[in-house]
């Protein structure tokens, strides 16, 4: 890009959103096919990328691996684009709404 559009673009408040869109748009060229099987990008609002992992497992190892990951999505934008990476895991249903909720505890194992 040549310095007259950068410019224009930072006067504009867009070369955020611009380099966003690159993050989530080049996901998978960015952490690695294994990552971007298991993960994928969900929101990113003021320096905090939010990815949702696919089991409780990966949201743990990405967990311990955030640092590396943000280092490697900085490193590729040349500046401190993330801040903070969020992890979420799998949503699992919920057992406190409907028409058969049980008062209490809930449903839990009877065989022990």
Request: aromatic content about 6%; some cysteine.
């Amino acid at each position: 890009m040549s310095e007259a559009v950068e410019a224009l673009l930072r006067r504009m408040g867009w070369t955020e959103q611009i380099e966003v869109s690159g993050v989530m748009a080049r996901w998978r060229e960015i952490v690695g096919d294994q990552i971007a099987d298991h993960c994928e990008p969900m929101t990113f609002d003021e320096g905090v990328l939010t990815v949702k992992a696919s089991s409780t497992a990966w949201a743990t190892q990405l967990g311990i691996m955030s640092g590396q990951i943000r280092h490697r999505i900085n490193e590729e934008f040349g500046r401190d684009i993330v801040r903070e990476l969020k992890v979420l895991g799998p949503t699992a249903r919920s057992w406190t709404r409907g028409q058969r909720r049980v008062p209490g505890r809930g449903p839990r194992d009877t065989y022990g």
